[in-house]
């Protein structure tokens, strides 16, 4: 899937805008985004579930075992998961929440409260963040990460990414962590490539780590 904009566009406008961003970009190098797709939303926002406040490897394990309940299926349908007991879902790994939230999240791909792949490709972030929070467990930040990694949408700044904030931070040389108000105010700069400068915010924590 290729994104829908030019990233060299997008940190050429950001660059004139801004100098201190430009100053950052011009030390992280090349702005990149490799989108996963989005062939299911609930594969994907099951996977998202199953990786919350776990670190990447203990998720890929309980992910791995969840899949695993399900013999020579590629992946579970909505059906197949309702129709799982709540002990065989625990026994994967699943928290007694996540597995709540996953459940909560069949009966709405089912009842089209969660849109299909082509549906979310025709409609707003906005939209997009309103219809993906009605289910348990999904916040605004689960639906910008599918915004941005899924969807490649240009203009998606998640100000309540701890690393969106410290990146921030660095950038521009704050003394006291920056709340997600000070940032989305900032960002209205940013218009509308806001996600190159949320990459870019996310590379400079890297880079400082380094």
């Known amino acids: 899937m290729e994104l829908s904009f030019d990233i060299e566009e997008a ?12 100053k950052m ?18 594969r994907y926002l099951t996977e998202a579930i199953t990786h919350q406040q776990l670190n990447g490897k203990a998720a890929a394990t309980i992910f791995g075992r969840f899949r695993g309940l399900y013999e ?31 459940r909560d999240l069949a009966e709405k791909v089912l009842d089209g409260s969660v849109p299909t792949a082509a549906r979310l490709r025709r ?41 969106i904030q410290s990146g921030f931070g660095i950038v521009y040389g704050l003394d006291e962590h920056p709340s997600p108000k000070m940032i989305m105010q900032y960002g209205e700069l940013w218009r509308p490539w806001r996600t190159v400068a949320s990459l870019s915010l996310w590379r400079a924590v890297d880079s400082a780590q380094t």
Not at 11 to 22: C, F, K, M
């Open 11 to 22: 940190v050429a406008v950001l660059s004139e805008v801004d100098p201190r961003l430009r």
């Open 25 to 42: 970009m011009e030390q992280i190098g090349p702005i990149t985004l490799p989108l996963k797709g989005l062939r299911s939303p609930f």
């Open 123 to 163: 409609m707003s972030d906005e939209e997009i963040v309103e219809r993906l929070t009605m289910v348990r467990g999904i916040g605004p930040w689960t639906a910008q990460m599918l915004l941005i990694f899924a969807l490649g949408r240009p203009d998606v700044l998640p100000a309540t990414d701890y690393g």
């Open 72 to 102: 020579g299926k590629r992946f579970p349908t909505p059906e197949d998961v309702l129709a799982t007991s709540d002990e065989a879902l625990r026994s994967a790994g699943l928290s007694r929440s996540k597995s709540a939230a996953i």
